[in-house]
């Protein structure tokens, strides 16, 4: 059965702090893991990635991926109170045709 | 161009009731998806359409849902004689076909809200 795997589901910093997210996954036919950000209701893309070892990066957030261990990183540096959200991980199963979601990491960032 | 829109944004209605949620994805994306999420829960994948492929239906978590997309568009989601565990907030998304790898961001409507009493 296809699994994603997130870890912490919750973590709460401070102001000016960096992050590691972590997700792991199993799944029948690896396409690509894509990361969202959701704050209110709809979440919002952050990466997607497909290649082992090449860090996709935006402003303070960057993730890469390790296909051979099966999981991915999310780093997000000097953290803001605006990036407080939960922050999911979603991989394309090729042979099922659909995204299998991880539970989500909550990250509160304190002043 | 507008992003995905749903509707309604919030929805209350009794045990039993029938209701239908709404998503019109964005402009030339053939694949679309829904999803639920329970209150702290991730998000739960329950259907999807590509073009006018028969629907992978196997997310559905019980015979009283169903969904439909005409012209390829538009997509409801209906769910018949509602219970108090259906309530959570209805996602939808659409991407463009696949078939690329780049085809594989999709693009979050804002929701529907189902509160079922």
């Known amino acids: ?111 | 161009g507008a992003g995905v829109s749903q509707s309604p944004s919030n929805k209350v209605t009794e045990k039993g009731k029938d209701v239908e949620l709404r998503c019109d994805p964005i402009s030339g994306h053939t694949a679309l998806y829904w999803y639920r999420q329970s209150l702290g829960q991730g998000l739960e994948f329950l259907i999807y359409f590509q073009g006018n492929s028969a629907p992978d239906k196997s997310g559905l978590p019980s015979d009283r849902f169903s969904a439909e997309r005409t012209g390829g568009s538009v997509s409801t989601l209906t769910i018949q004689r509602t219970q108090q565990e259906d309530s959570a907030v209805y996602l939808c998304a659409s991407s463009l076909p696949v078939g690329g790898l780049s085809t594989d961001t999709q693009y979050f409507g804002p929701g529907t809200r189902l509160t079922v009493l």
């Not at chain 1, 893991?33 to 893309?45: G, I, N, R, S, V």
């Not at chain 1, 394309?92 to 960032?109: E, H, I, K, M």
């Open chain 1, 1 to 111: 059965e296809d699994k994603v795997v997130q870890s912490p589901l919750s973590l709460v910093v401070h102001e000016g702090d960096t992050v590691t997210l972590n997700c792991s996954y199993e799944v029948t036919n690896f396409r690509s893991l894509l990361w969202y950000k959701q704050e209110k209701k709809a979440p919002t893309f952050l990466f997607m990635l497909t290649s082992s070892g090449i860090e996709k990066k935006s402003g303070r957030l960057s993730s890469i991926l390790d296909k051979k261990e099966l999981f991915s990183i999310l780093n997000i540096t000097a953290t803001q109170t605006g990036d407080s959200a939960v922050y999911l991980c979603a991989v394309f199963d090729n042979y099922g045709q659909n995204f299998v979601f991880g539970p989500g990491t909550r990250l509160s960032v304190l002043p």
